[in-house]
């Protein structure tokens, strides 16, 4: 990398890492579930042994969080959806809030704002009562998690395995949002009027189906119409949740919510729903796209890019 740019080890000041996975406090991970192999290893440690320079390391969302305030230099929450829901509270001077580093592996030892999908549990009678407002059927959706082989069998209860609630991520997130429209479209498949045959055959597949369900409600199709709406309200209960705890923690009322991700892309079409129950509940919060994927970057590359900076400046 450093010759593509025409530079060499010299020209090295600092090294930032965005990195899935939970981090120690000293850079080592504490836990890495697609990687288990790198449990334990230090990679800031061995990149300073290895280049001779400072360098730092932090979870992915987290960099994303610093990405978003390198530019917009305010406090401010950033949500990232992918396949969870990831998220930081990055304050006005820049540091994270309540990380989750060295976390000792119990559920309520997270903050709702730093792992919001994995944290947040949302009441499953809540849940039935919005999948009822939007004619979609609650039990149908739970018959298609159990038979969801790709899912952990720990995101059938809630966090501290209540069996009242469901963690958020299950429904917010990329698989989520296609795990909402078969639920919604059940043996309904006038929408596939609107998609050609290899798009029907994609819509199987979480990391691309996405693209599909918001092609189909940009043409009104009423199956992801209200299959987005659902996944906006169930956004703002969720929401709700992580606010009114933050608040207490010193979060500002009205702090702006930066989302990325792909299916952040379907903002203008989950979105209202989620603004607007928000509003009725008193939180002014504006959910807004991402500043760096506006720019057409990416937010782990300059957050990755920001943590250099700090770890030369130290």
Known sequence: MLQSQGKSRKDLAGIGVASAGILNSDGGFKLFHNRPQYNGHNLRLALEEEFGVPAAIANDADAGGLAEWSVLRLELLYWVFGGGWGGAWIDKSGEIRFPSTDWDGRD?????????????????????????????????????????????????????????????EVILSGPGRCRLFRAVVGNDDFYENFLDIHEQKELTDPAIAGE???????????????????????????????????EADGLPAGTPICLGG????????????TQRILGKSG????????????????????GAAELARRAAAR
């Open 212 to 246: 599909h369900i918001s092609k189909l409600s940009r043409m009104r199709v009423e199956s992801a119409v209200s299959t987005d709406r659902l996944y906006g309200k169930v956004l703002a209960e969720a929401s709700r949740i992580l606010l009114k705890r933050s």
């Open 108 to 168: 309520e030892s997270l903050h709702f704002s730093n792992e919001p999908g994995y944290a947040i549990g949302v009441d499953l009678w809540k849940l039935r009562s919005l999948f009822s407002e939007v004619g979609a059927s609650f039990e149908l959706f739970e018959r298609q998690l159990q038979e969801d082989a790709d899912l952990p069998s720990d995101s059938l209860a809630g966090p501290g395995d209540d069996t009242r609630t469901m963690r958020a």
């Open 283 to 302: 939180f002014m919060n504006y959910l807004r796209p991402s500043v760096i994927d506006e720019r057409g970057s990416n937010a782990n590359l300059v």
């Open 262 to 273: 792909k299916p952040s892309y379907a903002l203008p079409y989950f979105g209202p729903s």
